[in-house]
């Protein structure tokens, strides 16, 4: 595994557009993304997986690992951006070619199914990636606070430091403390509903000592229970150090009367296991939001509900 950092992307540098995942209802989203990234100040190549659509996939499996495995060997490329996420990534984990991966270590952004790569890589390739918008997610407006944090955590050579939640209307809100105490270990996590799927897989998530993020969208409570009870029973809340929990977004219950709210579950299932935990980290499937690398030392101070990344990312 390359322990190689990534470089820094700069203005002007080459960015390859993939689509790793699901296919966008807007046949025009592989043009308007790579607009998007261009905008940012980027030259963009667009994969052909990203105008090949395959039913609820970007484009046929082997088409979507191709891609990647093309874009990381290819010279050109300084850094590769997901298109949208959606659903495909855990199709396509034992179609990549990790060791030219490790080899050629370069930016690596996308969230949500995104995350399935994003485990993958820690364990096969070892250099940190970025959970961060994808090309799609700036389509029709990027907020002023996303496009800045986004900007910073692609570019910035050396630690990010705090990261600083989003302005509110009174002033920066910052998460709620569930468990006190203070955490320190590499930042580790993504989309739930990806780190429950590939719980027992080749391709788990490695908790040991690890902070832990997690964020979902369009599930309720039940079943952020249940993904987050699998978790438990395989001893993840245990094995960790600390738990970061982020946006919700539409996590909403149908039924109210009849479900317990997101915060018992929390309390229930993850805050039971003793460790610092906060909830309310402004990352995910939400607008504002947060950029940051995964796979970085990261110090987590529960009581006054911080986050900083003490190691770099990118060289």
């Known amino acids: 595994m390359s322990r190689t950092l990534p470089k820094a992307l700069g203005r002007g540098d080459v960015i390859g ?3 790793p995942s699901g296919s966008s209802k807007d046949p025009g989203m592989a043009d308007k993304g790579a607009a998007a990234l261009e905008a940012l100040g980027f030259e963009v190549v667009v994969g052909d997986s990203c105008r090949r659509k395959h039913g609820y ?4 499996d082997e088409l979507r690992a191709s891609d990647l495995n093309a874009f990381f060997s290819d010279p050109r490329i300084d850094g590769i951006v997901c298109m949208k996420g959606g659903y495909g990534t855990p199709r396509i984990l034992d179609m990549i070619d990790y060791a030219a991966v490790a080899a050629h270590p370069k930016v690596f952004a996308g969230y949500s199914d995104i995350t399935g790569l994003h485990l993958a890589f820690r364990r096969y390739a070892g250099f940190p990636t970025f ?3 994808m090309a799609a997610s700036m389509v029709g407006g990027f907020d002023d606070f996303s496009a800045a944090s986004w900007t910073a955590a692609l570019t910035t050579p050396g630690p990010l430091g705090l990261l600083s939640p989003p302005p509110g209307v009174g002033g920066p809100v910052a998460p709620t403390t569930l468990v006190g105490g203070a955490a320190r270990g590499p930042l580790v996590g993504g989309n739930l509903s990806l780190v429950a799927a590939l719980t027992g897989t080749p391709y788990a998530l490695e908790p040991d000592g690890a902070i832990l993020f997690l964020e979902d969208v369009d599930e309720e409570p039940y079943r952020v229970d249940r993904m987050l009870t699998q978790l438990r029973l395989a001893g993840v809340f245990e094995r960790c150090a600390g ?3 982020g946006h919700w977004t539409r996590c909403e219950a149908k039924d ?3 479900s317990l709210t997101l915060e018992r579950v929390f309390a229930d299932v993850v805050a039971s296991a003793g460790k610092p935990t906060i909830a309310g980290f ?3 499937h939400s607008t504002p939001t947060l950029s940051f690398p995964l796979g970085v030392e990261a110090v987590l101070d529960a009581d006054s509900g911080t986050l900083e990344l ?3 990312a990118l060289r």
């Open 243 to 245: 738990v970061v929990l």
């Open 256 to 258: 109210p009367e009849r």
């Open 57 to 60: 996939l970007a484009s046929p």
């Open 131 to 133: 959970h961060a918008p």
């Open 310 to 312: 003490t190691e770099a």
């Open 17 to 19: 557009m993939i689509g």
């Open 282 to 284: 402004s990352a995910g």
